[in-house]
């Protein structure tokens, strides 16, 4: 019994870190989206 609480708190620790490493790249993603968009159109334009 005690073995599985370990690791169940291990387990939510590791989801945590996972969740938030998301929310992170998400919101680079969001403020460099916009400029991403604008090297591709201007790489096409330029071919």
């Given at each position: 019994?005690?073995?599985f609480?370990q690791?169940g708190q291990?387990?939510?620790e590791y989801?945590l870190?996972i969740?938030?490493?998301?929310?992170v790249?998400?919101?680079?993603?969001?403020?460099?989206?916009p400029?991403?968009g604008?090297?591709?159109?201007?790489?096409i334009?330029?071919?």
């Amino acid at each position: 019994m005690h073995g599985f609480g370990q690791e169940g708190q291990g387990l939510i620790e590791y989801s945590l870190i996972i969740v938030l490493i998301a929310i992170v790249v998400m919101a680079v993603l969001l403020m460099l989206g916009p400029g991403i968009g604008n090297l591709f159109s201007n790489i096409i334009s330029g071919i």
